[in-house]
């Protein structure tokens, strides 16, 4: 073969390049080469540029075909320097060049899919194609769904055939038009909340094309692609409804065209999908066409009278259900739907990218496949990096001992695991970590995704990996990316917009990763998740939180069958075993690789009964404790309470959620540093509650635990001389159990509402019976297998599966309540550049933004109520704001929304309810609700003495104001003046 290879390097890439290229080809030009070579010789050629690539390199290379016709063959280094058949520019100018102006202009009776004009039949024919290009990409063997993925994008936009679209989009002034959500008709004299949105109009229009009695595709694709055509953009929010049922949108489109629907549109649909097919048959050659095999060749309107009770396909198709394979069967069925609408999506948005020119040259010269491998080059489909380089220099620091050689050894298992889900269960400081980046390297990853179920675990990877004065990968690549923390390799290295999930490694959030499922603008995404290697950090945590547990179930299915292999590994101590079998098929035999712990230390387990409302000494997680100690409770604010209690007494340092961002992020710096391996020790007592115990490479002498399941009882221990040094004594584990805890009280409550009180009961009774009631002195590996016993004792399966069960429905509920649907305001009011917001939809709870007045708790016989608030609003709308949240439950139900309904228009001048009469409480507390999405507008759910006195004439505040509270030693939290009062009696 002849090849052309054309170099853009700049800087030090230019003459390392030249090395290369010389020593292969002759060079025809400054930066041109030319030569025969063979297919080994091309591929040693990019091997080499690829060894020494930089950000300045940027070299392409063309495969002659003929005289007249050349091919891009591949591009090495900067892909922005050539266009998608790698072509360059030659000169450049800021100057209006005559011959580049566009002077496109409609057509009459031509039909466009934008604002730029392409040709409608154009656009629906190649979305399909490069959508079932997309999909065989990530599942060759999937032939059907391939199919269902050109059908959907062939149809995705036959809605657009609406006149008022047409109309809207053939107007000069909308040439430039751009949106966030593709085009629909953005005219001020236009509303959406009587006339349907394009994709709902296709939707409509494919139904009544389907050839109901055809069995190509079969119903399950059929309704696949019903719902990748109608979610390839976010629901419209309309507060008066009506766009709930197929029958609704024909009669809201029929109303706006004033009766014309049937002559003006679906009487027209026939013509343009003859065009579409006509196209797809010139395209390939062929005489057949696959979506007229699909179609009916004209309308069937005969349908419309069945249409009055038909439904829009569900977003989430999940119902309740009393056994647990139901639940995974319904969460690969959403899987599947997520791959479609994310091929649909990303081929719309790069088709949607050419001009109308370059669109029609692609058909003309059936391109269509060089501008899907150029597109997939150009994006973080198919990434490239050192980090398996990096990952060697890291093992290589490790010693050569029999630790080194077993961690090995379990790489080495996990990454033969190919084709199945690969789990890595092992005792706290066995080294998950660097196993985990030795499967990476095993199985050639070129990008890592690690996911983590809070921002707490977060920064403990990030810290490992490259924060921490010994990191694992000093040189390489490493982002922190969660709603608080955006950064590159450092703290101090904040990452830009365009740098986002651009590293080698990006640890981030599950809620950052699930964005892909419940969003229009990040659903593309999904795609760079199947693209990379993934590692699922403490992944047990999902279990019990809904919507996550389904949702993180659908994530793994949709790396089934991709052509790569799976490349995703679970990481834990605690593998909650019958969610991993039951949910994500994985056979607890073969697929999960147990690394057995090296900590020879011995533990004992005690169990200590106490009275739930007694906070004095006798109480175990109040009552002082020796040096390098942790207390973790389940809640923030029983560790609130306690270290308020003790901090004149106890060299204590809390730890908690309920921190404003800059507080949290400082101390977990000084918790991180104070407990570490060869931390300062310049606290003896750590005071938490759950946030510290998974993934945090800190350890402790002494321990006590409140009550809890298995896996947090566990991940609790595994802080407990976690470096294996107190081997001369026996280290003690300590476990309060309320005296009531059987019968009820506040904290079965508590774990029943997080469905977890049956398994913690069923726990509590297991380990008591296995240790002798606390009597036995144990090993690591001796409570791990106790553990692993547990999930095969009949007695407690029934207990665990009957909480799991409970938790699954409970997340059927919030996804059919709707938090999981793409949703747009159709005419946002938002500024550019402004700052982010609480979304509607949000899986962890609808919270809003809060401020509280500051108290002083350093005497806790002497509270002092400030006159200063927890923050401050920055004048710069670009400075995020060091703010607070709260559950908009708990402000419901402590009646302060009731209180700042009546009193804060009094408080805050330009308060939004301001206006709205004092009579109307109900939409007083509506619009207090919805501005709170943003920080600007938080609920104040505290209020300064002066603020009192002098606006409300008040001297007592309200008796369930919450308010952040400080002392000397360190701040507190936002905490309820009733539990600062209880805590004063």
């Given at each position: ?112 899919a934008n604002t730029h004009l392409q040709i409608l039949e154009q656009h629906l024919f190649s979305v399909g194609y490069v959508a079932e290009l997309l999909y065989s990409h990530f599942y060759p063997d999937e032939k059907q769904m391939a199919l269902a993925a050109f059908v959907a994008g062939c149809l995705h936009d036959i809605g657009k055939i609406d006149p008022q679209f047409q109309t809207w989009a053939t107007k000069a002034k909308n040439r430039d038009y751009v949106a966030d959500d ?609 999930y095969k004792h009949q007695p407690a399966l029934s207990l665990i599966d009957s909480d799991l069960l409970a938790a699954l429905n409970k997340s059927v509920q919030v996804l059919n309540d709707k938090v999981s649907e793409p949703q747009t305001i159709v005419k946002p009011k938002v500024a550019k550049g402004g700052r982010a917001k609480i979304s509607k939809n949000s899986l962890r709870g609808d919270s809003r933004f809060v401020q509280m007045a500051v108290c002083n708790v350093s005497d ?126």
């Open positions: 073969m002849m090849v052309t290879f054309v170099s853009q390097c700049e800087k030090k890439a230019l003459p390392r390049t030249r090395r290369v290229l010389d020593a292969f080809a002759d060079r025809i030009g400054d930066n041109t080469w030319q030569t025969v070579i063979t297919q080994e010789g091309l591929l040693a050629v990019k091997k080499l540029l690829r060894r020494t690539a930089t950000k300045n390199t940027a070299v392409s290379c063309h495969w002659i075909r003929s005289r007249a016709r050349s091919e891009l063959v591949w591009v090495v280094g900067s892909k922005s320097k050539f266009n998608f058949s790698g072509l360059v520019p030659v000169n450049t100018t800021q100057k209006e060049v005559p011959m580049d102006i566009t002077n496109a202009k409609p057509v009459m009776g031509e039909l466009y593709g085009q629909h008709i953005d005219d001020k004299t236009f509303s959406f909340e009587k006339h349907p949105r394009h994709n709902e109009i296709s939707v409509l229009l494919y139904t009544l094309l389907d050839d109901l009695n055809s069995k190509i595709p079969n119903r399950e694709i059929k309704r696949r692609i019903k719902h990748a055509i109608y979610w390839h953009h976010a629901k419209p929010f309309r507060p008066k409804g009506g766009f709930e049922t197929l029958g609704d949108i024909y009669k809201k489109l029929d109303a706006s065209l004033k009766g014309t629907a049937i002559s003006d549109v679906l009487a027209r649909v026939p013509v343009l999908i003859e065009k579409v097919c006509a196209l797809e048959k010139n395209y390939f050659g062929c005489e057949s066409s696959r979506l007229r095999n699909c179609l009916l060749t004209e309308v069937d309107s005969e349908k419309l009278w069945d249409f009055e009770g038909m439904t829009l396909p569900r977003y989430k198709e999940y119902d309740n259900a009393d056994k647990l394979p139901d639940f995974r069967r319904q969460a690969n069925a959403n899987a599947i739907n997520n791959q479609l609408r994310a091929c649909l999506i990303t081929a719309d948005r790069w088709v949607s990218s050419m001009e109308p020119s370059e669109l029609s040259f692609c058909l003309t010269n059936r391109a269509l496949g060089e501008f899907f491998a150029v597109q997939l080059e150009n994006s973080d489909l198919k990434p490239e990096s050192d980090i398996g380089s990096d990952i060697d220099i890291c093992l290589s620091k490790f010693p050569r001992d029999e630790r080194s050689r077993l961690q090995s050894e379990k790489a080495g298992a996990l990454a033969d695991n190919e084709r199945h889900l690969s789990v890595l269960a092992g005792a706290a400081g066995c080294g998950k970590t660097k196993i985990a980046l030795e499967w990476a390297k095993l199985r050639d990853a070129q990008k890592i995704l690690w996911i983590c179920p809070r921002v707490q675990i977060c920064q403990g990877i990030f810290a490992e990996l490259r924060e921490s004065d010994a990191p694992y990968l000093p040189h390489a690549n490493v982002e922190i990316h969660t709603g608080e923390f955006k950064c590159i390799n450092s703290y101090s290295r904040e990452s830009e917009d365009h740098e986002f999930f651009s590293g080698d490694i990006v640890i981030t959030t599950i809620d950052q990763l699930l964005s892909t499922v419940v969003s229009h603008s990040n659903a593309d995404r999904l795609l760079n998740y199947l693209s990379a290697h993934v590692v699922f950090d403490e992944y047990h945590e999902y279990v019990s939180m809904p919507g996550f547990n389904l949702l993180f179930s659908e994530l793994l299915a949709s790396r089934s069958g991709l052509n790569t292999g799976l490349n995703a590994l679970l990481v834990s101590a605690t593998p909650h075993y019958s969610y991993i079998e039951n949910m994500l098929g994985v056979n607890v035999d073969y697929d999960v690789v147990e690394m057995p712990s090296f900590n020879q230390s011995q533990y004992q387990i005690n169990f200590i009964d106490y009275d739930e409302n007694d906070t004095s000494k006798a109480n175990p997680l109040y009552c002082l404790q020796p040096e390098n100690s942790f207390v973790i409770s389940n809640t923030a604010t029983t560790a609130q309470k306690s270290f308020i209690q003790n901090q004149a007494q106890e060299n204590a340092v809390l730890l908690h959620s309920k921190f404003k961002k800059s507080d949290k992020k400082k101390l977990f710096n000084e918790v991180y540093d104070a407990f570490s391996k060869d931390g300062s020790r310049i606290y003896g007592l750590l005071r938490s509650g759950p946030i510290v115990q998974a993934s945090l490479n800190i350890s402790c002498d002494h321990m006590v635990t409140e009550v809890t399941h298995a896996e947090n009882c566990l991940q609790r221990l595994g802080r407990l001389d976690r470096f294996g040094r107190n081997s001369g004594k026996v280290n003690q584990y300590i476990i309060s159990v309320p005296i009531k805890f059987k019968s009820g009280g506040s904290l079965s409550r508590f774990l029943s509402s997080t469905f977890q009180l049956n398994s913690s009961k069923a726990w509590l009774e297991f380990l008591y019976e296995v240790t002798d009631a606390g009597e036995k002195v144990l090993t690591l590996p001796v409570i791990y297998d106790f553990y692993k016993s547990f806790p016989d002497s509270i002092v109520f400030e006159n200063g608030y927890a923050y401050d609003i920055p004048v710069n709308d670009t400075d995020d704001v060091d703010s607070l949240t709260e559950s908009l439950d708990r402000i419901r139900n402590y009646g302060l929304l009731d209180y700042l309904a009546q009193k804060h228009g009094r408080i805050e001048e330009f308060s939004p309810v301001n206006g709205i009469p004092a009579k109307k409480m109900v939409a007083r507390k509506a619009v207090l609700e919805g501005f709170a999405r943003d920080p600007e507008y938080p609920l104040y759910l505290s209020y300064t003495p002066d603020a009192l006195d002098e606006k409300l004439g008040e001297r007592v505040p309200h008796p369930e104001a919450i308010y952040y509270a400080v002392s000397s030693k360190q701040p507190i939290g936002s905490i309820s003046l009733n539990h600062l009062t209880q805590q004063k009696d």
